[in-house]
C-alpha cells in the first residue's frame, strides 16, 4: 500500500510540476503575442495629429 | 428662511458626499491593513520567543494552517452547493404551459465571420418546438468579412413561417449587437444566444415556461459541449457538468444565478427598461447584466432542459484564450457591481451568490496553485511528497461525488439523439483523476494570471475562438 502511494505521489508530484512549467511558458507565449499586437498598433497609429497637421498643409501657391 | 436648492447643487451635494464615502472607506481599509500587519508581527514574534521556531518554519506553519483553513472553506462551498443542488433536482417540476399561454420571443444572434455554422445555427432555430408565429429571430451581423451576411440573406424569405430580420452593422463588438438586436425586437421575452450555439427542439419552450412567474427576470440556459471526440474535450465538458452547470443548479434553488451564459439566456423584455442594456465596456457583459437584475430584485433561475451545444475549444492555447477573458471579464463585473455587498435591499442569498463568484473567480485557484507550488516545494527540498499527495487525493474525491451527483442530476436534459454527446459513466473515475490532476490546475493558473493582470490593468483585446464547424453534424443528426 505504501508503495501503491508512494508511485502516486510520485506521478503527482510530477505532473503538476510539468502542468505548473507548462501553463507559465503558454501564459509568456501569451503575453509575447498581445505585446507584438500592441505593438503593430501603435507602428500604425504613429502619426501624431500635429504630424498630420504638418502634413497636409498647402505648399506654396496651393489652395486648400 | 427658505432653503432652496438647485438640481445642480443637488447633484454636487450628492457627488460630495460619494466622495466623502469612498475616502473614509479607503481610510478605514488602510488603517485596518496597519492592524492586521502590526497584529501579525506581534504573532510572528510571540510564536518565535514561546515555541522557540525559526522564521521559515513559522512560515510553513502559517502557510500550512491558511491551507486548511481554506480546504475546510472549500468543504462547505461543496457541502452547500450538494445540498441546494438536490434541493432544486427535487423541486424541479416538467409541467409545460398551455400554447395560448405561450410568450412572443424574440431570439437574437451577434454573428461576426461565423460563416462555418451559421447556416446551421439557423435552422436549428427554425425547427424549433413552439408556435412559429410567436417568435422571430433577429440575426445581427457585425461587419463580418466573410459570408455570413450573404448566408443570413438567403434564409430571409424561409418557408418555414418564422420572422426573420437580418441587420448590419460595423465591427463594434458584441455587446452593441446584442444591444442593437434588442432595440429592434417586439417579443415579450427576449433570448440571447451565441453565433456558435445550436438549440435543442425543446429548449425555447423549456426556458420561456418560467416567466409565468412575474418576478422571474432571467433564465440560464444548460451549455453543453457537442466536440467531445478527444479526452481534452471530455475533459472540458465534465467542467460544464460540474463546475458550470451544478452551482447554476444549486443557486437555482435560491433564485440567485450569478451568470446567466451568453451562449443562452433568456430575458423579460421590462428588465432592459429597468437595469438597462449590456455594457459594452465589460468582457463578460453576461455577469454584468445578470448582476444587475440580481441587483433590481428580480429571479434568476436555472433550466436544465433548455439545451444549447457549443464548440468547445481545441488545443489549450484557445482555451487559454477563453478562459482569460472570462476571469478578466468577471472581474471587471464584480469590482462593477460590488455595491452588491453594502446595498441595504441584498439578501443573504444574493451576498452568498456574489461572494460565490469572487471565491470561484480568484480566492480558490489562488489557493489551490499556492498549495501545488508549496507541497511541491517541501516534496522537492524535503522529500515530504505524501502533502502533495494527500492535498490532490482529497480534492479528487470531492470531485468524484460531486460529478457523479451532476451525472445523475444532469440526465433530465438528455434527449435520444445526442447520446453520444454524453459522457459514459464508466469513463467517469478516469475523467475525474485526469480533470483534478491536470486540466484545473491549468485553468486555475489561467485565472490567477488574469486576476493579476487585471489587478495591473494590462492591456487586453477580444481574444477569438477558433471555430472549426464541427458542430454541423447536428444537421445530420437532426434530419433538418
Known amino acids: 500500500m505504501r508503495e501503491i502511494i508512494t508511485i502516486l505521489s510520485a506521478i503527482v508530484l510530477g505532473v503538476t510540476l510539468i502542468t505548473l512549467i507548462f501553463s507559465l511558458i503558454v501564459y509568456i507565449l501569451f503575453r509575447l503575442k498581445i505585446n507584438k499586437r500592441e505593438n503593430l498598433k501603435s507602428e500604425i497609429t504613429k502619426e501624431t495629429e500635429e504630424e498630420v497637421f504638418i502634413r497636409y498643409q498647402p505648399k506654396g501657391d496651393e489652395k486648400i | ?480
Open chain 2, 1 to 480: 428662511m427658505k432653503l432652496i436648492i438647485t438640481k445642480l447643487e443637488k447633484e454636487v451635494l450628492v457627488l460630495n458626499i460619494y466622495g466623502k464615502m469612498k475616502e473614509r472607506k479607503f481610510f478605514i481599509t488602510l488603517i485596518l491593513l496597519i492592524i492586521i500587519i502590526i497584529g501579525c508581527i506581534y504573532l510572528l514574534s510571540f510564536i518565535k520567543e514561546k515555541i522557540n521556531l525559526s522564521y521559515p518554519h513559522i512560515f510553513m506553519l502559517s502557510l500550512t494552517v491558511l491551507l486548511l483553513s481554506f480546504f475546510i472553506l472549500l468543504l462547505f462551498r461543496y457541502l452547500i452547493i450538494l445540498i441546494l443542488s438536490l434541493s432544486a433536482h427535487f423541486r424541479y417540476k416538467n409541467k409545460l404551459p398551455k400554447i395560448e399561454d405561450l410568450k412572443t420571443v424574440s431570439i437574437i444572434i451577434p454573428v461576426y465571420n461565423e460563416e462555418k455554422i451559421l447556416a446551421t445555427v439557423i435552422n436549428s432555430l427554425l425547427n424549433l418546438n413552439y408556435p412559429k408565429e410567436k417568435y422571430e429571430i433577429i440575426i445581427v451581423d457585425d461587419g463580418s468579412k466573410d459570408n455570413s451576411y450573404q448566408i443570413a440573406y438567403q434564409f430571409l424569405n424561409n418557408k418555414k413561417g418564422v420572422k426573420l430580420k437580418l441587420l448590419s452593422q460595423t465591427n463594434q463588438g458584441k455587446a452593441k449587437a446584442l444591444n442593437r438586436g434588442i432595440s429592434e425586437s417586439k417579443g415579450e421575452v427576449i433570448v440571447c444566444i451565441d453565433s456558435d450555439c445550436v438549440l435543442t427542439k425543446d429548449s425555447l419552450i423549456y426556458g420561456i415556461r418560467h416567466f409565468q412567474d412575474e418576478k422571474v427576470g432571467a433564465v440560464a440556459g444548460n451549455v453543453k459541449i457537442w466536440n467531445q471526440d478527444k479526452i481534452f474535450m471530455k475533459l472540458q465538458a465534465l467542467e460544464y457538468m460540474e463546475g458550470l452547470n451544478f452551482t447554476r443548479q444549486a443557486l437555482s434553488f435560491l433564485n440567485k444565478v450569478n451568470i446567466v451564459p451568453g451562449a443562452i439566456g433568456f430575458f423579460k423584455r421590462e428588465i432592459f427598461q429597468k437595469v438597462g442594456l449590456y455594457n459594452e465596456n465589460i468582457y463578460a457583459e453576461d455577469c454584468d447584466l445578470t448582476l444587475r437584475i440580481l441587483k433590481a430584485g428580480y429571479k434568476v433561475v436555472y433550466e436544465p432542459k433548455a439545451v444549447v451545444y457549443t464548440e468547445a475549444p481545441e488545443s489549450i492555447s484557445c482555451l487559454f484564450k477563453q478562459r482569460y477573458r472570462w476571469t478578466r471579464g468577471i472581474l471587471q463585473a464584480v469590482r462593477k457591481n460590488n455595491h452588491l455587498l453594502y446595498h441595504s435591499h441584498s439578501s443573504f442569498s444574493l451576498i452568498l451568490s456574489y461572494l460565490l463568484l469572487i471565491y470561484e473567480a480568484f480566492f480558490w485557484p489562488a489557493m489551490n496553485l499556492i498549495a501545488h507550488l508549496f507541497f511541491t516545494l517541501l516534496a522537492l527540498l524535503y522529500g515530504f511528497i505524501p502533502f502533495l499527495f494527500i492535498w490532490w487525493f482529497s480534492l479528487t474525491l470531492l470531485d468524484f461525488s460531486s460529478a457523479c451527483f451532476a451525472y445523475v442530476s444532469d440526465k433530465k436534459s438528455e434527449n435520444n439523439t445526442y447520446k453520444n454527446k454524453k459522457i459514459i459513466f464508466l469513463y467517469l473515475p478516469f475523467l475525474v483523476f485526469l480533470y483534478r490532476l491536470f486540466y484545473l490546475l491549468l485553468i486555475d493558473t489561467i485565472k490567477v494570471f488574469a486576476f493579476l493582470e487585471e489587478a495591473l490593468n494590462l492591456e487586453m483585446g477580444w481574444q477569438r475562438i477558433r471555430i472549426t464547424g464541427k458542430l454541423n453534424g447536428y444537421l445530420i443528426k437532426e434530419k433538418l
